[in-house]
């Protein structure tokens, strides 16, 4: 597609359920990434994916968070047992590949999770 | 340990006014530094990067490794440059956000 596309864009759930989250990156993007956005808190990275290497999940902040990336192209983040804690603004970016950053990340338009 | 550190989370200027968003980074090895932007109701967007030197929307920064610093500066501060900015580091994999800085123009 033109973009990177998320969805849903908003999404109000109860505490204890699962959610999932979609981002369908720009086509050809190999690499793919998802932060956390909260107030104060600025940018949080969550996880990254290149291409059909092991996925670096490093920022991921519990066994709750998990994500993953089918065919190399559309990504699912899953939270689960959701907390409002989790409440936040899941941002989905996309780049070309790996190496140097030429040309920075191209971002989704968000999902805003609420859980009450 | 890769950081990134925006010590205003904060700033109001008046229209016409000089504007500084400081950044402060930590990174052992050779930085690759940007700004990103978030106007109200859009998504974030890429404003300007280190290596291009370029000035966007009148806006330039300047890295200085000796002080290990990306302050974004504009000399005269519009109303529409209210929104909330990011200083971001990026490794070889992944990208480091500061906690933003939210600027305001008032008339």
């Known amino acids: 597609g033109a973009g990177v596309s998320q969805s849903p864009s908003n999404k109000v759930t109860e505490k204890g359920k699962d959610v999932e989250l979609r981002c369908d990156p720009i086509?050809?993007?190999?690499?793919l990434y998802w932060y956390r956005q909260s107030l104060g808190q600025g940018l949080e990275f969550l996880i990254y994916f290149q291409g059909n290497s092991a996925p670096d999940k490093s920022g991921l902040p519990s066994d709750r968070f998990s994500a993953e990336r089918t065919g190399g192209s559309v990504s699912t983040l899953t939270i689960q047992r959701t907390q409002q804690e989790d409440s936040a603004v899941y941002l989905c970016?996309?780049?070309?590949?790996?190496?140097?950053?030429?040309?920075?990340?191209?971002f989704g338009s968000g999902t805003r999770l609420t859980v009450v | 340990a890769q950081r990134v550190t925006q010590p205003e989370k904060l700033l109001s200027v008046f229209k016409g006014a000089p504007v500084e968003l400081k950044c402060n980074y930590s990174?052992?090895?050779?930085?690759?530094l940007f700004w990103y932007v978030q106007y109200s109701r859009q998504r974030l967007q890429l404003l300007l990067r280190h290596i291009s030197r370029e000035s966007i929307k009148g806006f330039t920064a300047d890295l200085n490794k000796g002080e290990t610093s990306f302050h974004l500066k504009k000399p005269f501060a519009q109303e529409e440059d209210s929104a909330m900015y990011y200083c971001?580091?990026?490794?070889?994999?992944?990208?480091?956000f500061g906690a933003g800085t939210r600027l305001t123009v008032k008339p």
């Open positions: 990174y052992s090895g050779s930085p690759e």
């Open positions: 970016a996309s780049r070309p590949g790996s190496g140097r950053f030429n040309y920075g990340y191209t």
């Open positions: 086509s050809g993007h190999t690499a």
């Open positions: 971001a580091l990026g490794n070889n994999n992944d990208m480091r």
